[in-house]
């Protein structure tokens, strides 16, 4: 019956993905709305609907073989046949329940690094995107297999000692160190991290940063942590974003949007990303994420006491392992729902950062900026609304024209 419902879950979470796709691959062929049309000439036009095909092509290979290794290796107790061949080895639990989540996390990989290499070297290739040289990619993977081992697992270790010390204050102590850990790396996580990828860089002096300075001066924002990163190591595509809290908050630009955008653009992005964090975006999205984890830790604590969760798995002892996993499928619902309640919040709070942008600096470069950043990396100008809905943090490009005024 439970086993039933997982399937269930996993083949609907598939449609409901494969439609969302489906429909938004449709409408990228409808005519834009009027603000944005003339962004593309013909051809440009032609290109971005290619790469959105190729894209939604790829998406649906990829979703379509996890599908169907996850319902056969449900159907056919592969879960339970791998936590077997470790407990079989070795005596001690929690060393287990880390080996079983090492095996799964290594086979899902295993699973995706062929659309993962198609993706990078011939599609994002294919469309002049992609920078990354093959020994990036092979460097990229070794340091996220040692930061992985590094720190998700003594944490995973944590969490499952936790368990088997506090069966009943579980979810809550688990939920102290999972929170404790990602307001860690929300203040942190751009000093320690991110240089291990790559290259961040003080803005050298000139026109730009003067530009930078002198807004930044209107705002009372001190410009301590203005970082330029060689995104330009990995693709074309060009970024920026904001991170951390109080003394830790940092602007990241990366050199592909100051190589692409004028200097009053970098500046307009620029305040887009002073205005999430003056609105108090950065941390009532933290908030809401961590309020999320506990009411996902106060379910996991109260279910993991029902030995039928990994008895439907195929097991014959209930481990905490098989039981987490059998929890996290059940879950899928109630996380697309939470993702659509998050991603309505991140566009609701784009918008109040471009508007802040605009009032605060100036409208035409918040606009044009908004245009060449989009137009650059051949977005789908008419995406489904439905699609939007469920998977868009930015609203589109129509939108955000339309607020910025
Ligand atoms: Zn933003």
Not at 4 to 9: A, E, F, G, K, P
Not at 26 to 44: F, G
Not at 65 to 83: C, K, P
Request: aromatic share 12%.
């Amino acid at each position: 019956m439970l086993l039933t419902s997982l399937v269930v879950i996993i083949v609907a979470a598939f449609v409901i993905e494969a439609v969302l796709a489906h429909l938004n691959e449709r409408s990228a062929h409808s005519r834009p709305d009027p603000l944005v049309a003339d962004l593309y000439d013909h051809t440009e036009r032609e290109r971005s609907i290619s790469y959105g095909g190729a894209k939604y092509r790829l998406g649906l290979v990829s979703s379509t073989i996890s599908t169907i290794v996850m319902i056969l290796a449900l159907t056919q107790g592969w879960f339970a046949r791998v936590d077997q061949f470790i407990a079989d080895r070795v005596e001690n639990s929690l060393i287990v329940s880390l080996l079983f989540i090492a095996a799964l996390s290594l086979i899902s990989w295993i699973i995706s690094l062929p659309i993962a290499l198609y993706g990078t070297f011939v599609l994002e290739a294919r469309f002049g995107f992609n920078k990354t040289t093959p020994r990036i990619f092979i460097t990229d993977t070794l340091k996220g297999f040692l930061l992985s081992i590094a720190i998700g697992g003594p944490i995973l270790a944590a969490i499952i000692w936790l368990y088997e010390r506090f069966t009943d204050r579980f979810w809550l102590y688990g939920w102290l160190l999972v929170s404790g850990f990602s307001i860690f790396m929300f203040m942190f996580g751009t000093k320690l991290i991110l240089p291990l990828f790559n290259k961040l860089e003080p803005l050298p002096e000139g026109e730009l940063s003067a530009a930078i300075r002198e807004y930044c001066a209107t705002q009372g924002y001190s410009l301590s942590n203005l970082f330029v990163m060689d995104g330009s190591k990995r693709s074309t595509k060009a970024n920026a974003f904001f991170s951390g809290l109080g003394r830790s908050k940092t602007i990241v630009l990366f050199d592909t949007l100051i190589e692409k955008l004028s200097v009053k653009e970098v500046v307009a992005v620029l305040a887009h990303e002073i205005g999430h964090y003056k609105r108090k975006h950065t941390l009532a999205l933290l908030v809401a994420s961590n309020l999320q984890t506990l009411a996902i830790f106060a379910l996991l604590g109260w279910l993991l006491q029902y030995p039928e969760l990994s008895e439907a798995l195929g097991a014959a002892s209930p481990s905490f392992h098989l039981s987490a996993l059998t929890f996290f499928i059940l879950l899928t619902p109630l996380q697309v729902l939470l993702g659509l309640l998050n991603n309505t919040l991140s566009r609701r709070y784009e918008f109040e950062a471009d508007t802040f942008a605009a009032q605060t600096f100036s409208k035409p470069p918040v606009r044009s900026a908004l245009s060449k950043t989009s137009a650059d990396s051949l977005s789908n100008l008419s995406p489904h609304p439905l699609y939007v809905a469920f998977n868009y943090t930015h609203p589109t490009l129509a939108q955000r024209l339309r607020n910025v005024g």
